[in-house]
């Protein structure tokens, strides 16, 4: 969601380089006020919860420490296996920047991979051209997995990857493919290696089908996985068997069932466009680990709902940078940064993302480089600390839709007020169109209000 915001925020900053006709009006006292104020942070009153799967007791918190050995880094994978087979509450692993890296070079050949396949099924009518771009997807996740496969023992020694490449392809794809498909039930820490190759292999091969097959309209056959799997078992490389594999996603389009739901093959496209643009992150983030001291990921309750929140700890002096094409970048400042996020309300259909600086860390929105340069002669947009992004939904998925969205931020001046705020407004008429080979979703009706805030004036951007 910050990164949607921030591209809306692109957009908007392009557009006064054009001189799309800005409004300004003042503001008189402290209206700014008005709009500019912190929701209650839940997070210190909130308690651990006490979860369990079938008995066990699962962690509420975990912590990837950067370890600057190799060897400090297995013995910390080690311990957290039996730390979650003991029912803590909190475990830990170690990851060496080297580890990172080697992570972060798998994250950008998958990422690719998105990217070709996006660019093979966009506009594509033909069932031939939507099987051939599928399989050699797959191939390319079936490589990944022999990865892994190579850590199991079997291969000791001859492996062309480094143990530390390895190791961390091992840690940050269970982290990805946990998030990428539901099903993958990736267990952090109580697997041997060959049996993580294979819990990812079944997950990377599910999450794929299920986007491909969603795409083009169409349930996943449940034995899709199975038979695709036995082809690549067959062969010596995965390249080998993209012919077969390719024949039998034919096959299954053909004889598949159409997808339940209007929204089924939209969603999926929205997933392709998606995909790449966070594995970019997650790639960009990977390769900066030696700037950090660890990463948080924690859940708590507050009696009613799950909160959950992701604690940054950066190096002292360092800054960690988020960035991408002419986006504002994210700058992670030195210290620590919890950025806890508040599920939506039912009442007021809020959605609630708060930052925290902690040690003197922050998140600050920074506009760097000459279009923002050129963006200030029309509208002065200072760097800002973020501190509040709220979210606001109203409508479905069909019809009448509106999205109203507010980033509330301090700039760093001093003896000044510092508030800062962009409040967006979007309105919007969505209705299915049923195509010969998908379903598409057309936006009609849609108006857009952008306003950035400073203590004395509004700035107002309307199409």
Avoid at 270 to 277: E, H, I, N, S, Y
Wanted: charged fraction near 20%; hydrophobic fraction near 40%; glycine fraction near 8%.
């Amino acid at each position: 969601m910050m990164r949607t915001s921030l591209a809306i925020l692109t957009l908007l900053l392009l557009a006064l380089l054009a001189g799309c006709g800005i409004e300004k009006q003042p503001l008189s006292g402290d209206q700014i006020g008005q709009y500019w104020y912190l929701e209650e942070d839940p997070w210190p009153g909130a308690v651990k919860p006490q979860w369990h799967i079938a008995g066990h007791r699962i962690p509420t918190k975990f912590t990837i420490l950067k370890k600057r050995s190799a060897d400090a880094a297995i013995f910390s994978l080690v311990r957290t296996g039996f730390e979650v087979m003991q029912g803590a509450d909190e475990v830990q692993v170690g990851i060496t920047p080297e580890e990172a890296t080697g992570g972060a070079n798998l994250l950008r050949r998958a990422r690719l991979a998105l990217v070709k396949l996006q660019a093979n099924l966009s506009g594509s009518q033909s069932a031939d051209r939507w099987a051939k771009a599928v399989s050699e997807m797959l191939v390319t996740a079936e490589d990944i997995s022999r990865v892994l496969e190579e850590a199991s023992g079997g291969e000791a020694g001859k492996s062309s990857r480094t143990a530390d490449e390895i190791m961390g392809y091992q840690m940050l794809l269970q982290v990805v493919v946990g998030q990428f498909s539901p099903r993958a039930n990736v267990a952090f820490g109580n697997l041997q290696a060959g049996q993580t190759a294979l819990r990812i292999n079944d997950a990377l091969m599910d999450g794929l089908l299920e986007l491909s097959f969603g795409w083009a309209g169409k349930q996943t056959p449940p034995k899709a996985r199975q038979r695709v799997q036995e082809q690549f078992a067959k062969a010596h490389q995965p390249n080998q068997a993209q012919p077969a594999v390719q024949d039998i996603l034919m096959q299954y389009l053909r004889e598949a069932p159409p997808a339940e739901g209007d929204r089924k093959a939209a969603q999926f496209e929205m997933a392709l466009k998606v995909a790449p643009m966070l594995l970019e992150e997650l790639e960009d983030f990977a390769r900066q680990w030696d700037k950090l001291r660890s990463v948080s990921l924690e859940f708590r309750t507050d009696g009613q709902q799950t909160i959950g929140s992701v604690t940054l700890d950066v190096e002292p002096g360092q800054n960690v940078r988020l960035a991408m094409g002419l986006m504002p970048t994210l700058v992670f400042t030195g210290g620590s940064c919890r950025i806890t996020l508040v599920p939506t309300d039912d009442a007021t259909r809020e959605t609630l993302i708060l930052f925290q600086s902690q040690r003197g860390g922050s998140c600050e929105i920074r506009y760097e480089g000459l279009v923002y340069a050129l963006a200030r002669l029309v509208v002065p947009v200072d760097n800002a600390v973020l501190r509040e992004i709220r979210l606001q939904r109203h409508g479905t998925y069909r019809g009448w839709n509106l999205t109203n969205v507010e980033l509330l931020m301090n700039t760093n001046t001093i003896g000044q007020d510092n508030r800062r705020m962009y409040a967006m407004h979007f309105v919007q008429f969505r209705q299915p169109v049923r195509g010969p080979f998908d379903v598409d979703i057309v936006s009609s009706h849609q108006s857009q209000s952008i306003s950035y805030l400073r203590p004395a004036m509004r700035y107002t951007w309307r199409k």
